[in-house]
């Protein structure tokens, strides 16, 4: 158990290779109530939601979510978040546990519309249902028919005889879904899971294989491939900025940004000597400094190990012969395609 954003969170219950390969599998359970959950509504909560993130929330059908930012004005991210239109008068925002107060208040400092802001995060807990076998096994607890709920977008129904928000969403590139229920229900509704997945094989998972298996994905970890230097252009989700629905926070700075075109740009890469890359670690083109490891891990699905960069962005291209540092000492490695794993539909 570890320190958290405040939470006391498992980094690993059997470990975390045993826990990565589960969820590639079978399915696998993650306790993830430490996210922050921020709700808008009110007549204008769907000019508001498209104003304050990137992504074309007006685009989105009730029942459908989708992948986004909060950016502050000069582009760089405030949060990665997740944004679940409930109908066109309420949108349901999932945000990272550390920035949940920073968020809502970031919301609220731009919203000029005739729309709330609400504080969600102590009226939800999550359980994140991960693997081939999620919805076998999540289905035995709802009468929602989960094969009709495609990925991204979310029904409201029961779980266990609770009421839950159930989203055919994810954090680890493979296919699942993530319930809201009250926090009171949670850790009975944590042990219905378990039971329902035994025949699967299910088992728990912590904050280890969690981080395995987004990067894997290529899956942004705020703190890590982006905090509020970097600007989503930079950070190669140019594809939740959408330009062309009109204004938002951060467009100016992202237009100027890409009219004089971007100087780095994040890029994942494979080892090839001995050693693992680290967050922090210097990356080296031709012996000479030129930029950062965002994460790295060993790969528990490819046996090798892995890792993104920020580099010139010239030289963020796949096939780059790089060198990073690790203890002092240049380990050759070579960029690649990402994401590193995906899940066959």
């Not at 954003?5 to 589960?22: A, F, L, R």
């Not at 190990?305 to 962005?313: A, E, H, M, T």
Request: net charge negative.
């Amino acid at each position: 158990m570890v320190d958290f954003g405040g939470w006391d969170m498992p980094v690993q219950y059997s470990g975390i290779i045993d826990e990565h390969q589960t969820v590639r599998t079978a399915v696998g359970v993650f306790d993830v109530s430490h996210m922050g959950e921020i709700e808008i509504r009110g007549p204008e909560a769907a000019k508001l939601a498209n104003f304050a993130t990137t992504n074309n929330t007006e685009k989105l059908k009730a029942g459908q979510a989708h992948y986004s930012g909060l950016l502050y004005e000069h582009g760089g991210f405030v949060d990665d978040i997740l944004v679940h239109k409930v109908a066109d008068h309420h949108f349901f925002l999932c945000v990272n546990a550390s920035n949940q107060e920073k968020d809502f208040e970031h919301i609220r400092s731009v919203n000029r519309f005739d729309a709330a802001v609400e504080f969600a995060s102590e009226r939800y807990a999550q359980i994140a249902i991960q693997g081939p076998k999620a919805q076998a096994t999540l289905q035995k607890l709802t009468p929602a028919e989960l094969g009709k709920i495609r990925y991204y977008w979310f029904a409201d129904g029961e779980v266990c005889g609770v009421r839950a928000r159930i989203a055919h969403t994810g954090y680890t590139g493979e296919d699942g879904f993530e319930i809201y229920i009250a926090p009171a229900e949670a850790e009975r509704v944590w042990g219905e899971v378990m039971k329902a997945g035994a025949e699967f094989g299910a088992k728990p998972c912590g904050l280890g294989a969690r981080n395995t298996l987004r990067l894997e994905a290529k899956m942004a970890l705020y703190g890590h491939e982006i905090d509020a230097s970097i600007s989503p252009l930079e950070a190669d989700l140019g594809w939740i900025v959408k330009f062309d629905k009109g204004e938002f926070v951060g467009r100016e700075a992202l237009l100027k940004q890409k009219e004089a075109g971007i100087r780095r740009k994040l890029v994942g890469f494979e080892m090839r000597g001995r050693g693992i890359a680290r967050e922090g670690y210097e990356v080296r083109l031709d012996g000479a400094p030129a930029g950062w490891v965002t994460s790295g891990s060993p790969s528990p699905t490819l046996n090798r190990n892995i890792g993104l960069c920020y580099l010139p962005v010239e030289h963020a291209i796949p096939g780059k012969a790089v060198q990073v540092v690790v203890r002092n000492q240049p380990v050759d490695a070579v960029t690649v395609e990402t994401p590193f794993y995906k899940r066959a539909k």
